[in-house]
């Protein structure tokens, strides 16, 4: 488990939904469920302008240094906000995916699970939006790719908002499997119409539940992982498609993410030696996240 003390100063104010609590009730129900004594914590890394450059457009990184404020805030859309500490919390926040790259390529730690803020999926290559800087799963994709010469990688993304910044920076790359399930029509209006082979886009209407999601992802997610023999998979992992988390009108439980995960862990095992790096997206209710990422936690470890 990769975390910093500094993802809990990002603060886009008292009415956002991305507080600091939600890290504050994952670590208390880690601990209450003693999944503390098995985890091995590590300090997150800020991540460099280079390995930001991989996913992004290295003017626009310029300028989110740029857009850094020394005191106060700034707003750069309607719900993305950077405080002081916001960008340090950032590059934290990419660089915990960059060091769970590394740990896993060299068999240090594996799976590893990034509790980080602010969340990555909605940033695109060269825009902030939905409350995202930097695309946190994409930098450590690219790294993935870059540093470590792999050829084949998938992302699958569960949050209930669909990862248009992930689809924007790798939707031309076939390296790249990006499969995103998520509540349609809703924030941001993407992903229900692909035009590329190396996305599957799977949109679910209000109101669907977890048979609903089980079986749209058992017709379109695993059969494109099979065929696509992934070498190392990462996970978008967003939990506010939980029945009680009033950010969305879906209706998952604790136990569809640990079904989705134990999933996602077996094709890892069969097509990438067991490489799996999973990133903290959204989950605004924190009860409910605390407890979907416990399940998520208990079903990587088996």
């Keep these: 488990m990769i975390s910093h003390n500094d993802c809990l100063l ?4 008292s009415h956002h939904p991305d507080h600091a609590d939600r890290l504050y009730a994952i670590n208390n129900q880690i601990i209450m469920s003693g999944l503390d004594f098995v985890l091995r914590h590590y300090d997150a890394p800020l991540a ?12 626009y990184v310029d300028r989110v240094f740029d857009m850094a404020p020394s005191e106060g805030s700034v707003e750069i859309d309607g719900d993305t906000v950077m405080s ?5 919390a950032a590059l934290r926040a ?9 740990l896993i390529m060299r068999g240090e730690s594996n799976p590893v699970f990034c509790a980080v803020r602010p969340p990555g999926h909605h940033a ?24 470590h010469g792999l050829e084949r990688v998938a992302i699958v993304d569960f949050d209930v908002h669909h990862g248009n910044g992930t689809e ?16 349609h029509p809703f924030y941001p209006y993407t992903g229900h119409e692909s035009d590329t082979r190396n996305l599957v886009d799977v949109p679910l209407s209000a ?7 089980r079986k749209q992802i058992r017709q379109h997610w695993l059969p494109a992982l099979e065929d696509f023999r ?20 879906l209706k998952l439980t604790e136990a569809d993410y640990g079904w989705i995960t134990e999933e996602l862990a077996a094709i890892a095992r069969t097509h990438a030696q067991g490489r799996l790096l999973s990133m903290l997206e959204g989950g605004y209710e924190p009860g409910a996240l605390a407890r979907s990422v416990v399940a998520h936690l208990k079903a990587l470890l088996g």
């Design 207 to 213: 109101g669907a539940d977890g048979t609903e999601f």
């Design 48 to 59: 460099t302008r280079e390995q930001l450059g991989r996913a992004h457009d290295p003017a």
């Design 230 to 249: 992934p070498q190392f998979v990462f996970v978008s992992a967003g939990f506010d498609a939980h029945v009680l988390d009033d950010m969305s009108g």
């Design 124 to 147: 695109e290559y060269a825009k902030a939006m939905g409350f995202c800087l930097f695309d946190n799963i994409a930098v450590a994709a690219a790294h993935a790719l870059e540093t």
């Design 168 to 183: 924007d920076i790798f939707k031309n790359d076939e390296r790249v499997l990006f499969c995103s399930s998520f509540q």
């Design 10 to 13: 990002h603060d886009p104010g």
């Design 84 to 88: 002081k500490d916001t960008l340090q």
């Design 94 to 102: 990419a660089g915990a995916g960059v060091m769970g790259v590394d």
